[in-house]
């Protein structure tokens, strides 16, 4: 009986003293892999680690989308191996208390199969800013296209936009996983249905011998400057992604470049109240080209108020095509000119007519280029196209005589000029006899100095 007791014992004590040794040793399990990776045995595993830390945080991370490509190291992405817990679980493993588990934990770390699962912790916040900011880089809204209700048209433009919800959750998944590379799909979004706007004056001229009699028209401003707008108006912009110049080449239509957009980016509580009013969106553009404004935005323009005199838009800009059948061409006698061309060095100041408040402020229609819209309190609202740069936004009040753009040739346009619109009920209407003055046709308005007031 006695015989068989020691026999029993020894292996008990034996396998007893081997996990009491282990529970004694500080050293982690040998054989343990951490996160897929072999402990050194002999090197301080904290060291280990913090080496690991410190390369999986320079790792880079190249993400396609589309024909861009942009690499980021995991820090920059919020993505880093928490140390302190991967060590103390390292300690603690094969040291439960347990003879049985931590003896089978021992078993399977000598034969390479025990691994301690560090996965690294993601800043979702930081992931949120980079895809919010990838989006705003490579997304090319749709662009809408025109129509004059007689014939002409100007097809509009499927835009590209990347899935913020679904493109987080692909970059968090590739950072847990430790993918080097991460491929994000863009979608296309479809043109938006053609606005009712007309025709811009560059697409009525097609033939070689009206062409150049148009452009005739600008040679003397071509390439001419003007002095520059103050810093006081542009100094505080923060402008939203150009998009490059955004030419349109196909025949029969003459060739044009709708950019590059230089439009301000909405900000506080202008921002806010654009949001809430509902401005700054092409179903405000098409509601103000149909139809009187909202109420509540002639309020929001400090209005309703009775008819205003308006302040001439570009000083120093001269009196080119008014409004009306003014077009000598027989084909397009008939069109009508549904506002003022104002022919002016570019950079040249542009002016709000009167008080107002802004409805759109942006570059999403076609040959318009960048295009500002103001509903004024009595209800009217002003329109101005083919800027070089708006320095207002959608929601933004202005004042009679504030800066508010300057001119340019973005669009279908054959020069820089500046091309006015004023329009009572959605209906466009003849603003000459509400101007304080009109410079004599061909000639250019008195200078005054620029002011952003």
Not at 33 to 60: F, K, M, N, T, W
Not at 85 to 97: F, K, N, T, W
Not at 436 to 442: A, E, L, T
Request: glycine share 12%.
């Amino acid at each position: 009986m006695g015989k068989i007791v020691v026999v029993v014992l020894i292996p008990v004590l034996a396998v007893l003293g081997l996990w009491l040794a282990i529970g004694l040793d500080e050293a982690p399990l040998k054989g343990l892999l951490i996160g897929g990776v072999p402990v050194r045995p002999g090197d301080s595993l904290e060291q280990q680690l913090q080496a690991r830390v410190a390369a999986y945080a320079d790792e880079e991370v190249v993400i396609f989308a589309g024909p861009s490509q942009t690499r980021r190291s995991r820090r920059q992405l919020g993505a880093r191996l928490e140390l302190d817990d991967v060590l103390e679980r390292a300690q603690q493993m094969g040291r439960s208390g347990n003879p049985i588990a931590d003896l089978k934990k021992w078993w399977l770390a000598r034969q390479g199969r025990l691994d301690l699962q560090w996965p690294p912790s993601i800043d979702k916040g930081v992931v949120g800013d980079f895809i919010s900011a990838e989006r705003e880089r490579l997304e090319l809204p749709p662009k809408a296209g025109v129509t004059d209700g007689e014939g002409w048209s100007l097809p509009g433009k499927a835009g590209l936009t990347l899935d913020y919800h679904h493109a987080t959750a692909a970059l968090r998944r590739a950072l847990v996983a430790g993918n080097s590379e991460l491929h994000l799909e863009l979608r296309e979004v479809p043109a938006p249905e053609p606005i009712l706007i007309g025709s811009p004056d560059g697409a009525l001229f097609d033939d070689p011998e009206s062409v150049e009699a148009e452009l005739a028209e600008h040679s003397e401003l071509s390439g001419v400057e003007a002095p520059g707008i103050p810093d006081a108006v542009t100094g505080a912009i923060q402008w939203l992604p150009s998009r490059g110049d955004e030419c349109y080449e196909k025949p029969p239509m003459r060739p044009f470049c709708d950019g590059p957009r230089r439009v301000p980016r909405p900000l506080g509580a202008a921002a806010t109240r654009a949001s809430e009013l509902g401005l700054g969106e092409l179903s405000a553009v098409r509601r103000l080209l149909l139809r009187p404004p909202d109420g509540r935005w002639i309020q929001a323009a400090g209005g309703p108020g009775g008819p205003q005199n308006l302040v001439w838009p570009v000083p120093g800009g001269r009196f080119g095509r008014g409004f009306g059948f003014v077009r000598k061409r027989a084909a397009v006698k008939d069109r009508l000119h549904k506002g003022v061309d104002i022919p002016a060095a570019q950079g040249s100041p542009i002016r709000a007519a009167s008080d107002g408040i802004v409805a759109y402020a942006d570059n999403d229609i076609r040959g318009y280029g960048n295009l500002l819209m103001i509903v004024h309190a009595d209800g009217s609202t002003t329109l101005s196209a083919h800027c070089r740069s708006i320095f207002v936004f959608p929601g933004q009040r202005v004042r009679s005589g504030q800066i508010v753009a300057e001119v340019g040739r973005t669009g279908m346009a054959m020069g820089p000029h500046l091309h006015f619109e004023y329009r009572k009920g959605g209906q466009p209407s003849d603003p000459i006899a509400l101007f304080d003055h009109v410079p004599p046709r061909g000639q250019a308005a008195p200078q005054s100095p620029a002011t952003d007031r």
